[in-house]
C-alpha cells in the first residue's frame, strides 16, 4: 500500500490526557506517590484485560494488538491519488486494451486495486469482480470491527473494575478500623483503583476504539472508490467520466482541488 503516513495525534492526546490528571492532582495539593498504588493496578488493568481478552476468538487476539499500529502510521494511498492512479491505467486501458494492463500490475502497491485488475485482466464477468471486492471489504470491516469493539468493550469494564478494587480496598482499610492513624490512608488508597478505572476507560480506550473506527470508515470508502473505479474501468467508460464518477468520494473542497489540478496539467499540455 502506499507510502507510511505517520499520524501521532491519538498517542499524543492519550499522553496529554494522562498528563493533564497528574497536573489536576498536584494543583490539589496531592502526593504523586499516592497515586501509585500496585495492588490496584493488578485488579483495575489486569482484570479488565484479561476479561477483555476473554471476550474474543483465540485468532482475533493477534489481529487486535496489530490493530494498535494503525494509530500511529499506516500505509494507504489519500483518494485524489488513488483517483489519478485509476485514471491513469483506465486511459492505457483505452488506448491499448485492458489484457495490456497486466504490463502495469507491477507498479500497483495496493493489493485492492491489483485484484481488481487481475480480475478484469483474467476476464471476470463485471458481477464476479464486484463480489469478490465487496467479500474482501466485508472481510476488511469484520476483522477492524473486531479490533475496535475489544477496546470498547475494555473501556466498558475499566470503571466497574475500579469499583471491585477500591471495595477490596476499603474492605481492608476496614478490617483494620482498630487503627485510626492507618484508616484515613488506607480509605484514600482505596479509592485510587476507581480513579484508575474511569482514567483507563476515558482517557487510553475508548480514545483508540473511536480512532480505529475513524481508520476504518476511511480504509473502507478507499476501497470502495477502488471498487467503483475497477468497475468503470472495465465496462470502457471514458477516463473523463470515470474521474468525475469517482469524485463523488471526494468532499467538495478537495473535489475542487483535484479540478483545478487537472485543468492546470490540460493547459499545459495543450500549451506544449
Known sequence: MGA??????????????LSFVVVGFI????HLSSLIVPAAMAVVFGCTLSASIAT??????????????????????????????????????RREGLLYLENYLEGVDDLFLRKGLQLVID??????????????????????RVAHEFFETAGS????????GAIMGLIVALGNIQEPDKLGPAIASAF????YGV????????????????LTAKEVMLRQLVREGVIALQSGNNPIIIRE????????NTRASSKKNVEEEETREAAG
Do not use: Q, W
Not at 4 to 17: E, M, S, V, Y
Not at 139 to 144: G, K, P, T, V, Y
Not at 245 to 252: D, E, M, T, Y
Open 157 to 164: 469494564f475499566a470503571p466497574t473494575m475500579g469499583i471491585a
Open 56 to 93: 474474543l476468538r483465540k485468532v482475533d487476539i493477534s489481529d487486535v494488538f496489530r490493530s494498535l499500529r494503525m494509530l500511529v502510521h499506516h500505509r494507504a494511498k489519500s483518494p485524489t491519488e488513488m483517483i489519478e492512479e485509476i485514471v491513469s491505467l483506465a486511459e492505457k486501458a
Open 245 to 252: 464518477r469517482l469524485n463523488a468520494f471526494l468532499n467538495p
Open 27 to 30: 494543583l490539589k495539593d496531592g
Open 4 to 17: 507510511i503516513r505517520i499520524d501521532p495525534t491519538t498517542l499524543l492526546g492519550i499522553f496529554a490526557a
Open 123 to 144: 476476464g471476470a464477468e463485471p458481477e464476479v469482480v464486484k463480489g469478490v471486492l465487496e467479500t474482501e471489504l466485508y472481510a476488511l470491516e469484520e476483522r477492524h
Open 192 to 195: 485510587v483503583a476507581t480513579l
Open 199 to 214: 482514567v483507563f476507560a476515558y482517557c487510553i480506550c475508548f480514545p483508540i476504539a473511536t480512532k480505529l473506527k475513524t
